[in-house]
């Protein structure tokens, strides 16, 4: 299974700001990784141009969609017109939308089942508050998480177009990256879940881990058990930062 380096824009960069950073990254993605896939998540307005600059060194992704077809849902975005924009990948159940934008778990799986079955790559977002966290609640969060949003798919999806990402909570955004350790615990849990769910084809689905991913800390990181990528917020606005980790 390759390594996949991806970057979370979040609702940073214009379209002129994108084309510049996805150009540079492109750029510095000249010799390959060896073993890594690079994926962008650009904000949607950004998507189209940010595809276009690739220059096939990466692949993109929208950060949301809503998933109907089309039709009246005013301020929302479908995945055709994504597909369009160059996207192979969808991100789904990320905690800002869980959180900020109380995303439930029933639409979170309606999300990741349209997806698929419209043919994109799907990284499913997972992971837990500190509260959570300190009430012992880590197994039945990530349990609950994963198996709301995954009961509907098959094997053959887990080994080919899913993606799962393990990001704390209280990781995200705060320069707290979680403990080697506690990464080994969650990704073990998941891969556990992952295993009932799909039995061995789960062995081929990627765990990514994500909260505070920088240079410094990304080869300790890849080294865990069952991660098998990261999902870079922060450090990913900057080409040099994001191309440091890329090739960490
Ligand atoms: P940071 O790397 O900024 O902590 O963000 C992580 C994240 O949420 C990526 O999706």
Request: aromatic letters at 6%; proline letters at 4%; a negative charge.
């Amino acid at each position: 299974m390759k390594t996949i380096m991806a970057a979370n824009w979040k609702m940073n960069k214009t379209r002129s700001q994108g084309e510049a950073l996805a150009s540079e990254v492109a750029a510095g993605l000249e010799k390959r990784p060896e073993g890594r896939d690079v994926l962008i998540f650009p904000p949607a307005t950004a998507l189209n141009i940010v595809s276009q600059s690739s220059m096939g060194r990466f692949e993109t992704g929208v950060q949301n969609f809503y998933p109907e077809e089309n039709g009246a849902y005013t301020g929302e975005i479908s995945a055709s017109m994504v597909h369009e924009c160059g996207a192979t990948w969808v991100l789904v159940g990320h905690s800002e939308r869980r959180h900020i934008f109380n995303e439930p778990d029933e639409l979170i799986a309606r999300k990741v089942n349209f997806a698929v079955e419209h043919g994109f790559k799907t990284m499913l977002c997972v992971g837990e508050t500190l509260e959570e966290r300190e009430a012992g609640d880590l197994r039945k969060v990530l349990t609950r998480q994963l198996t709301s949003a995954l009961s509907g798919q098959s094997p053959e999806a887990a080994s080919s177009v899913l993606a799962v990402a393990y990001e704390p909570v209280w990781a995200i955004g705060t320069g707290k990256t979680a403990t080697p350790a506690d990464i080994a615990e969650a990704h073990g849990l998941i891969r556990d879940v992952l295993r009932a769910l799909f039995g061995s084809a789960c062995e081929e689905l990627p765990i990514l881990y994500g909260g505070s991913v920088k240079p410094s800390n990304t080869a300790e990181i890849l080294g865990v058990d069952n991660v098998n990528g990261v999902l870079v917020g922060g450090a990913s606005l900057e080409a040099k930062s994001f191309l440091d980790i890329v090739f960490a």
